[in-house]
């Protein structure tokens, strides 16, 4: 059974920093793409960051410069270190783990989510 634990969410104030880490349970986390999503109140899921398997990084306009993701393949885990945080970035914050996995009898895509994690930025 695969389980994506968030953690590192809280209240912090503008122009503070915050890490995000994520721990992945199961065999899966070396070969997925892992990405961080989040959410604010009254608004769509949004994508913020995503990290390939060979380390490829994606990041959002509004996060550029200001978040960075990485992963941890030897500790099955995955960060989002977020610098000079601002209001508007205040949502719930997701880990999401996305590949596919090839068997005799086929191939299998999956995408795992975490329960999230809250982050508050205060003016």
Do not use: H
């Not at 880490?21 to 608004?43: D, E, H, L, N």
């Not at 596919?100 to 795992?112: F, L």
């Amino acid at each position: 059974q695969v389980q994506l634990v968030e953690s590192g969410g809280g209240l912090v104030q503008a122009g503070g920093s915050l890490r995000l880490p994520c721990t992945v349970s199961g065999s899966i986390f070396s070969i997925s793409t892992m990405g961080w999503y989040r959410q604010a109140p009254g608004k769509q899921r949004e994508l913020v960051a995503t990290i390939t398997s060979g380390g490829s990084t994606n990041y959002t306009d509004s996060v550029k410069g200001r978040f960075t993701i990485s992963r941890d393949n030897a500790k099955n885990t995955v960060y989002l270190q977020m610098n000079s945080l601002k209001p508007e970035d205040t949502a719930v914050y997701y880990c999401n783990a996305q590949g596919t996995i090839t068997q005799a009898v086929g191939t299998i895509e999956y995408d795992y989510w975490g329960q999230g994690t809250q982050v508050t930025v205060s003016s």
